[in-house]
T-cell receptor, first 114, second 113 residues
Framework: DTEVTQTPKHLVMGMTNKKSLKCEQH?????MYWYKQKAKKPPELMFV???????INESVPSRFSPECPNSSLLNLHLHALQPEDSALYLC?????????????FGSGTQLSVL | GENVEQHPSTLSVQEGDSAVIKCTYS??????FPWYKQELGKRPQLIID?????GEKKDQRIAVTLNKTAKHFSLHITETQPEDSAVYFC????????????FGKGITLSVRP
C-alpha cells in the first residue's frame, strides 16, 4: 500500500461543531504531517509528528488539535472553527529516517465552515 | 528562515514544446529541492527531487537542474502533453529529522493541444 488515505473527503461544519479529520498510512512511515491549503496557494505546514510525538507546531490556533494514536494514524480534531478556516486539509507522511524529506500526500479533506 | 520564489505564476506552451520553470531560494544551508505537481482537485505529487550534491537529475521527460552558487533550481519538461497541465510547486529544505519544506507559490502550466 503506497497511499495516504484521508477521511472524509468533504466536510461542512458550523462554527459550534466538533469534528475530526482522519489520516492513515501503511507504508511504515514514522513521520506524519498536517498541512492546510487555500485555493491557488501552496500547502502550509501545521503540525509534524515524528515517531508518534509532536515535533513541530507552527503556532496553530488551539481550535485545531492533532492526535497521533499510533504510527499509522493521524487525527485532526476541530472545534469552534471560523469561516476563514475553510480550506483543503492535507495529511502527508514521510519515512522518518533516510529520505525523510520525501512527502507523500493524501487527497485531502475539503472543509467548509459556515 | 528559507524563502522560495517561483516565477512566473503562469506558463502556457504548445503541446510538444518544452517548458522550463525556475525557482530561487535564500538559505544556502538548504540541500533538498523537490518538485510537486498538483492537478485540479487532486493531491500534490512528488515528481522529481534533487539533493545539493548533484547538479542535474533526469527521469524520462522531466529533469531538474540545480545551481548552488546562484541558489536557483529549475524544472524542465520536454515534449509536453496536455496531461502535464497542472500547478507545479518547487520547495526547499534541509535534509534531516524534522526538516520543514518551504514551498514556492506555484506556477500554473497550461499545455495547449
Amino acid at each position: 500500500d503506497t497511499e495516504v488515505t484521508q477521511t472524509p473527503k468533504h466536510l461542512v461544519m458550523g462554527m459550534t461543531n466538533k469534528k475530526s479529520l482522519k489520516c492513515e498510512q501503511h507504508m511504515g512511515h514514522r513521520a506524519m504531517y498536517w498541512y492546510k491549503q487555500k485555493a491557488k496557494k501552496p500547502p502550509e505546514l501545521m503540525f509534524v509528528y515524528s515517531y508518534e510525538k509532536l515535533s513541530i507546531n507552527e503556532s496553530v490556533p488551539s481550535r485545531f488539535s492533532p492526535e497521533c494514536p499510533n504510527s499509522s494514524l493521524l487525527n485532526l480534531h476541530l472545534h469552534a472553527l471560523q469561516p476563514e478556516d475553510s480550506a483543503l486539509y492535507l495529511c502527508a507522511s514521510s519515512p522518518g529516517d533516510r529520505d525523510n524529506e520525501k512527502l507523500f500526500f493524501g487527497s485531502g479533506t475539503q472543509l467548509s465552515v459556515l | 528562515g528559507e524563502n522560495v520564489e517561483q516565477h512566473p505564476s503562469t506558463l502556457s506552451v504548445q503541446e510538444g514544446d518544452s517548458a522550463v520553470i525556475k525557482c530561487t531560494y535564500s538559505d544556502s544551508a538548504s540541500n533538498y529541492f523537490p518538485w510537486y505537481k498538483q492537478e485540479l482537485g487532486k493531491r500534490p505529487q512528488l515528481i522529481i527531487d534533487i539533493r545539493s550534491n548533484v547538479g542535474e537529475k533526469k527521469d524520462q521527460r522531466i529533469a531538474v537542474t540545480l545551481n548552488k552558487t546562484a541558489k536557483h533550481f529549475s524544472l524542465h519538461i520536454t515534449e509536453t502533453q496536455p496531461e502535464d497541465s497542472a500547478v507545479y510547486f518547487c520547495a526547499a529544505s534541509k535534509v534531516g529529522a524534522n526538516s520543514k519544506l518551504t514551498f514556492g507559490k506555484g506556477i500554473t502550466l497550461s499545455v495547449r493541444p
